[in-house]
């Protein structure tokens, strides 16, 4: 379970200044997670990097490895908003896997941390890491199930199609978001939309 999903309720912000109060207390931990790794992170680097008290962290959080856990979600959710926000002027299915590939190479670049937390996380808090990619899925496959019913695309195993367009995904946000950010990302996008619209025999 996510720490979103099992924080108590007394640590939930009440107010919209506690909103971003642990907003930026989160935002503060993509920094320093991502750059030193968990094990190297103290809550004191996570507090001074957002500006605030130590006893401040505790309001929203009783440990690190809560504040990681809770990291892990809201960066899964942070992603499938953005990727959200730009497939929904798509014009089908085909044309939202070319925006939201699109989008994806567009935020990993735009946060360099994502990989190196999540991919930390399968060691630090893997039960977070399935759940991170779990919801990513579950949402692909409904998303494909509807354009099937749609006729926008084939029938078949939707929940297969889902994890290797993740796949596909993950690792060219990897290699074109983070290591190598030469290519234009609309250029990678359209070469990997082909690739699912058409296959490889063609």
Known sequence: MSTLETQPASKKP????????????????????????FHTTSIGDITRRASVALGTFYVYFDSKDEIFRALVAHMGEMTRSWIADRVKTANDRLDAEYLGLLAYIEFARAHPNLYRIIEESQFVAPDAYRLHYDSFAARYERNLSDAAGRGEISEGDQSTRAWALIGMSVFLGLRYGIWDQERSAEEVARTAADLIARGLNH
Do not use: V
Not at 19 to 26: A, G
């Open 14 to 37: 009440k107010t919209a200044r506690g909103e971003r109060t642990r907003n930026k207390l989160l935002e503060a931990a993509e920094g320093a997670f991502g750059e030193n790794g």
